[in-house]
Nanobody
Framework: VQLQAYGGGLVQAGGSLRLSCAAS????????MGWFRQAPGKEREFVAA????????SYADSVKGRFTISRDNAKNTVYLQMNSLKPEDTAVYYC?????????????????WGQGTQVTVSS
């Protein structure tokens, strides 16, 4: 499975960005998907995840109510809509895929990783 994440950039605090992650190489509907992020000097952390059907989602407490994960199985793409961004959201964001109906909220549960896209939120 190849994952290509894009949509990052520089935004002011309070602004919005939408990240996208396009998957190829395997039938997308067989994959549960997740988003993780890693800030400089910190460990990679869970952000959000979605089941392969899209019927179940999970969010880190730090982004709950501000971020929304969704997927379009016809386009083989998962999205992360990020609203009310804060400087502490600054990180490299990675999408990940797991060959399972259900998602994990830890990085070791994922089989495939994208290259990451930088999100920078200025104060």
């Amino acid at each position: 499975v190849q994952l290509q994440a894009y949509g990052g950039g520089l935004v002011q605090a309070g602004g919005s960005l939408r990240l996208s992650c396009a998957a190829s190489g395997r039938t997308f509907v067989t994959l549960a998907m997740g988003w993780f992020r890693q800030a400089p000097g910190k460990e990679r952390e869970f952000v959000a995840a979605i089941s392969r059907s899209g019927g179940s989602t999970s969010y880190a407490d730090s982004v709950k109510g501000r971020f929304t994960i969704s997927r379009d199985n016809a386009k083989n793409t998962v999205y992360l809509q990020m609203n009310s961004l804060k400087p502490e959201d600054t990180a490299v964001y990675y999408c990940a895929a797991r060959a399972s109906p259900t998602y994990y909220t830890v990085s070791y549960g994922y089989d495939y990783w994208g290259q990451g896209t930088q999100v920078t939120v200025s104060s």
